[in-house]
Each structure stands twice: as C-alpha cells, then as structure tokens.
C-alpha cells in the first residue's frame, strides 16, 4: 500500500515537473504559426497546404473548424463557403435568406464536391500568392480528422513533434444550430492522443465563455487537460456574439485587458492571442504597455496574428516583414506569431539569435542588442530592423545613429475587474508618447487592410 501512495505521489510529482518544464520551453521559445496552414504559398486549409506547412519548419500548423449538416467537423476558417470555394456555382440556391452558402447546411458529402480557389490570387493584397489556377488542383477541404490522420504520419516519418493549433469557431453560431463543436472538436483530438498540457497543442476560441466552460466541464468529463489560448476581439468585431435581452449582440473585450481580468482568465488559459493592431498602433508605439509583461507574469504566452510580407499589410514602421518580425518578436516580445508565411518566419528565427530585447518594467521599449559570442567575435548577420520612431519623423539617413525609442506612459483607464454585461468605455489608447502629439499627424489607420482574417 505504501509503495502504491509512494509511486502515485511520484506519478505526480515527476507530472508536476515535466508540466512545469512544458511551460517554462515555452515562455521562453518564439514560436511560429502556420496560420491556415501555409496559406501565403497555396491555398488556406487543405491537405498539400499542411505538408508545406509542415516541411517549412513551423512549430505549429492552425486549423480553422467547423461542423456540416451531419456533424462532422471540417477545417475551415469562415463558417460560410463561397469565400474559398465554388459553391455557388455547384449548388445555387442552397444560400440562406443573408445570401450566404452556410457550411453548416451542406453534408459532409456535398462539401467534398467543391473545389478550392484561392480567395487572394485577384483582389486586396494578393500579388505573389498562388495564381488562380480555375481550381484546376482539385483540392478540397479536409475535414480535421484527415488532417490529424496527415500531420501524425509527418510526425512519423520527419521524427518531430508537430503542434497543432484547433480553433473552434463560433460555439454560439454552432449552438443556435443545435450543435456543441468544443465537444465534438475534444472528442477527435482525445481519439489523436491529445489529452494533457504536455501534448504540443493550443486550442483556441474567441468565446470566454466557452474556454471556460472546456475547462471546467468538458476537460473533467472527458479526461483531458489542453492548452487553451483566448483570443480577443475588438469590441466591433463578429467573432463572438452573446444574447442579452433576447438579442445577440457582441462580445465585449474590455475587462480581460485589466490585469485582474487577464489573472482571472488565467485560471484556465495558457495564453491569448489578438490582431497586432492591438498591441501597437500604426506609428509603432505600445497601445498596452503592460500587457505582455502581465501576461508572461501570469504564465500566459501571448500569441497575435496576422503577420504577412505583402507591402500593403507591412505597417509604416516596418520597412520589411523580417523587420516587423524582428519588432514583435524581439521589442514588443510576444511569443509566437500566426503568420500566413510561415517559411519566411522559420528562417527569420534561424538567422535571429534568440535573444529577447530588454524591456523595462513600465513599457519602454528599448532597442535590442545583438549578441555576439567570446568565440565567435563576427557578429551574427541581422535582417534590417527599423529604428523605433514616431510615424511623422522622416526616414533616417542610412549612416545615422539608432533614433531613441519612443516612451510610452500608461494613461489611467476604467477597465472593469471583471465582466459584464454593459457597455464600458473603449479603452484602446491609453498611452501618452512624449515627443510629437498623436494629434500632430493624422496616425496610419490602426487596422491595415489585413483585418480581414483571424
Ligand atoms: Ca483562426
């Protein structure tokens, strides 16, 4: 009996380490996100686009997911289809009354009969993606067991731990239809082996709500225990809606930006995630100088998206998408990115020494230091990073000294402690920067054009 109570004690002990060993690689790893899969170079979510992923070096490959008519779970970003596919074209008139080809009303089977187009090869910032090939690929949507069953063979026969990064998108659409994706999401990812903290994975969801209800619900129910990130909206966006007063109106952010709301939620998150934008504004300058500092403190890794190399996405502090990396990475100091590209960020941490940039306890950002080894007096070669500046100063001469970082200072705010139902002021821009005035310049438009995707 003894030694029984002793190894369980041991079991747990020996859990302990190896969970707390988990999370400190990670705090101080730089991740990347293969979001969509390598959505820059094919198209989003399909099987070739994974194995790219994949043989690109990403530490983790993103899967978008939705549920069919007959409950099956696919992987797909938006919960509609006519963005990525020819619906229209195989099934007209099977939209709803909103004109929408709505996955959820379409057989696992129909699904499979349309062909995927890329959506960016013509409009916005597409030039460079795959060319529109008038879906002469034939490649379809996977649904998520097809992709697991694909990324556990790589893991086999590339001989590393692929990590997978499951959204579950919009439980609340899925519950108005009567179905319950987290469950049926668990379920296929307890079938692959998913089951602890340990296992390299982050399930994600917009819905607090419904993070919390896995955690606290279906994990005991279902024996499991995953990372999960909370990812957060502005309060305009359509991610998550919540019915009030018998109308379903969106999701308000606000109290998980506070400290106390962040400590709340780390009850039962491993990390966030949210658009850059914000994290910086357009000029470059910490909208929430302590936020990643009170993330990393909680044990949370924080993890934005969208990161992508097409000049109209590139904000005007980042000459270049190595340098926007080099920004997030090194001076903002999140922990990983989702990034469209994910070949060009796996060689830009290759080339990058993993040495994260100073940062003082009150936000200012300082400018990061190369780090030179005593046997290797040849400094590392750097991708070129901008200065931090203000958006209005004009471009440095080449041989010109680093220009002094921006200050930025912590405005009071009203963030409430913890959520509610009413509507609280916006709390976006709580900094002061010394230099020029924000009112000096009109700033860039905060959202860039790649707003369109999380
Ligand atoms: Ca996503």
């Known amino acids: 009996m003894l030694v029984i109570r002793s190894s369980g004690w041991l079991c747990l002990v020996l859990t302990a380490l190896m969970v707390s060993a988990a999370f400190s690689a990670q705090a101080g790893e730089k991740i990347v996100i293969a979001h969509r899969a390598a959505s820059g170079y094919l198209m989003e979510h399909n099987l070739p686009?994974?194995?790219?992923?994949?043989?690109?070096?990403?530490?983790?490959?993103?899967?978008?997911?939705?549920?069919?008519?007959?409950?099956?779970?696919?992987?797909?970003?938006?919960?509609?289809?006519?963005?990525?596919?020819?619906?229209?074209?195989?099934?007209?008139?099977?939209?709803?009354?909103?004109?929408?080809?709505?996955?959820?009303?379409?057989?696992?089977?129909?699904?499979?009969?349309?062909?995927?187009?890329?959506?960016?090869?013509?409009?916005?910032?597409?030039?460079?993606?795959?060319?529109?090939t008038g879906q002469n690929l034939q490649l379809s949507i996977p649904t998520f067991r097809e992709e697991l069953e694909l990324i556990r063979g790589?893991?086999?026969?590339?001989?590393?731990?692929?990590?997978?990064?499951?959204?579950?998108?919009?439980?609340w659409l899925h519950r108005k239809e009567g179905k319950d994706i987290s469950m049926a999401v668990l379920k296929i990812l307890r079938e692959y082996g998913y089951t602890t903290k340990i296992d390299k994975i982050f399930v994600q969801c917009f819905d607090p709500d419904e993070l919390k209800r896995i955690h606290d619900e279906l994990f005991p129910a279902l024996g499991m225990d995953l990372k999960l990130t909370q990812l957060i909206d502005d309060n305009n966006g359509n991610e998550t809606k919540t019915l009030e007063w018998g109308e379903w109106?969106?999701?308000?952010?606000?109290?998980?930006?506070?400290?106390?709301?962040l400590r709340a939620a780390s009850a039962y998150i491993s990390g966030i995630g949210m658009d850059k934008s914000m994290l910086v504004d357009g000029a470059g300058n910490l909208l929430r100088p302590t936020l990643i500092d009170d993330a990393h403190q909680l044990g949370l890794v924080v993890h934005p998206y969208t990161f992508r190399r097409e000049k109209e996405s590139l904000p005007s502090y980042a000459p270049s998408f190595e340098a926007l990396l080099e920004f997030f990475y090194f001076k903002v100091g999140v922990d990983g990115v989702f990034t469209d590209y994910c070949g060009d960020a796996v060689l830009f941490l290759e080339s990058r020494p993993d040495a994260p940039a100073p940062r003082s306890a009150a936000g200012e950002i300082l400018p990061s230091q190369p780090v030179v080894s005593p046997e290797s007096p040849e400094p590392p070669r750097l991708p070129q990073t901008p200065p931090i500046r203000p958006?209005?100063?004009?471009?440095?001469?080449?041989?010109?000294?680093p220009?002094?970082?921006?200050?930025?200072?912590p405005l009071p705010t009203t963030v409430p402690a913890a959520p509610s139902g009413a509507v609280v002021p916006d709390t976006r821009l709580p900094i002061l920067i010394t230099g020029p005035e924000p009112g000096d310049q009109p700033a860039p438009a905060a959202a860039p054009a790649d707003r369109r995707s999380r």
């Open 154 to 171: 790589l893991e086999k026969t590339m001989r590393r731990d692929i990590g997978i990064y499951p959204e579950i998108k919009q439980p």
């Open 49 to 132: 686009s994974v194995a790219l992923a994949v043989g690109m070096g990403s530490d983790y490959i993103e899967q978008d997911l939705v549920m069919t008519k007959d409950d099956q779970v696919i992987v797909l970003h938006d919960p509609t289809l006519a963005r990525v596919t020819n619906v229209a074209e195989v099934f007209p008139g099977r939209n709803r009354a909103d004109g929408k080809f709505y996955a959820l009303d379409f057989t696992l089977a129909e699904i499979k009969r349309l062909r995927l187009r890329e959506p960016y090869s013509n409009i916005g910032n597409g030039q460079g993606r795959f060319p529109d």
């Open 403 to 409: 220009v002094a970082p921006a200050v930025i200072k």
């Open 249 to 261: 109106v969106n999701y308000n952010y606000d109290w998980i930006l506070s400290k106390s709301g």
């Open 391 to 401: 958006a209005s100063a004009p471009e440095p001469e080449p041989p010109a000294a």
